[in-house]
């Protein structure tokens, strides 16, 4: 079945960074457009970051452009995020998902979680000030 195993949160003071990574098995990775997303208690799953099947476009929420970058390996079934100068609102338990409807997200946009079929169970960042 399809699995999507994310890891490498923790708790870093601001300023820090961290790598997220997300495994992924039972699909054929290069074949999908990935995204991460970001929940915090109370509120929607927002979009963070999203990479085409290729790599060769990338977007990102604007409150993280210049300190995240999304990045992926085809060869070894691999998402990323790489996010640095972390701060306390970047907080949150970080998804990765895969993009089902390519058609749904070019005319919803990247971010809408709707065109994501595939999730895996999160990994919890948290940035102390």
């Known amino acids: 079945q399809v699995q999507l195993v994310e890891s490498g949160g923790g708790s870093v003071q601001a300023g820090g960074s961290l790598r997220l990574s997300c495994a992924v098995s039972?699909?054929?990775?290069?074949?999908?457009?990935m995204a991460w997303f970001r929940q915090v208690p109370g509120k929607e799953r927002d979009g963070v970051s999203y990479?085409?099947?290729?790599?060769?476009?990338?977007d990102y929420v604007d409150s993280v452009k210049g300190r995240f970058t999304i990045s992926r390996d085809n060869a070894e079934n691999t998402l990323y995020l790489q996010m640095n100068s972390l701060k306390p609102e970047d907080t949150g338990v970080y998804y990765c998902a895969a993009a089902t409807s390519t058609y749904y997200l070019s005319s919803h946009g990247w971010n809408n979680k709707s065109g994501y079929g595939y999730w895996g169970q999160g990994t919890q960042v948290t940035v102390s000030s």
């Open positions: 990479i085409t099947r290729g790599g060769d476009r990338t």
């Open positions: 039972g699909l054929t990775f290069d074949a999908y457009d």
